[in-house]
């Protein structure tokens, strides 16, 4: 079993196998977790799609399962693991990130208040926002 | 400050979002009880706000307007680091510091109004030329920090508390310019704030550098 950490939030994958270099997941979960799906053309995610390494298409994707660590690095994106491999963060590359802002379009997310209700900063649109941190530290 | 704020501005389409940079469960809760906001208070556990804005200590602010556009990216949010320049053996202030502090509360939040008062004519609303100029690099090793800083957390709520320290070490080794890492992985004092002699040769480290990064904004200290 593998808990994987991903934009999407937290996922634990019970037919997920990991070793220091590998991470085997079940297709539907890899999807659930990413949005990536193995298709003929290659691995895709909405209207992107990238092509595998021409002859080692199976490092990628076999048998119904998607090895999301090899994917994440023919993407270039960071992925880090515990010592045991159990868990795992597979991140956006900071080129994507840097992208992102650069749009200038604030990056949406989803965060819970201190009685657990989940806000949207995309649910205030029409209002002028001051996004402001704190903490107890 | 802000529920001040907040309440003055609050039906001229202005709202504030407070995200408590926070990974230990139920350390904001007193501070959110003792101020009652009547705005959103959010807990970012695993500090997505660093890898989505750049954040990297707090207060931090974005200015976000009525179309979800970065009027102004991350930066600090009225505050004057005064702190640093206490005699630490009697706690007093050099007399200036009040003062400073003071006029970096107020200028920052006197460009809030007029913001919300002017919108994009305010002379503190970037243009996007301006705003990608400000905004902070968001860089490889920024985002593989962050990735460890939300592995640490994961291991150390998940019964791995001394992997997840490591983690946490780790990244702040690799984005060490993020207080927000840093002290929470920092050990706190009496009074839970992460101010143990550990932060303080790390702040006496900066030398000239600054705690809160410049603010370009006419009047801030």
Known sequence: MVTLLTDAGEFTVPGAEASSTTLW?????????????????????????????????????????????????HLGQPAVHSERGHVWVLAQSARDRAAALASLEAPDFTLPDSTGRMHRLSDHRGKKVLLVTWASW | ???????????????????????????????????????????????????????????QAVWIDEAGRIVRPAEPAGAYEGFR?????????????????????????????????AGDRSEHAFTAEQARVHLPALTADVVTAQAMFRLGQFLLGHGAGAEGQRWIREASRLQPDSWCIWRQGAGVNETGLAALPDFWERVDALGAARYYAPVDMKGMP
């Open chain 1, 25 to 73: 997941v079940p297709a539907r979960d890899a999807e659930a977790a990413t949005g990536w799906v193995a298709k003929p053309e290659g691995l895709c995610r909405g209207p992107v799609c990238v092509p595998a390494p021409a002859g080692r298409e199976r490092e990628l994707a076999d048998g119904g399962r998607i090895d999301l660590a090899a994917l994440w690095r």
């Open chain 2, 1 to 59: 400050m802000w529920q001040a704020l907040y309440e003055e501005l609050g039906d001229r389409g202005f709202v504030v979002i407070a995200v408590a940079m926070d990974s230990r469960e139920g350390d904001p809760l007193p501070w959110i009880e003792a101020a009652r906001p009547t705005y959103p208070t959010l807990i970012d556990r695993e500090h997505r706000l660093a890898e989505l804005y750049g954040i990297v200590n707090v207060p």
């Open chain 2, 85 to 117: 320049r206490m005699n630490r053996a009697t706690r007093e202030m050099p007399e200036d510091v009040a003062r400073l502090t003071a006029q970096a509360k107020a200028t920052y939040l006197d460009a809030i109004r007029d913001w919300v008062r």
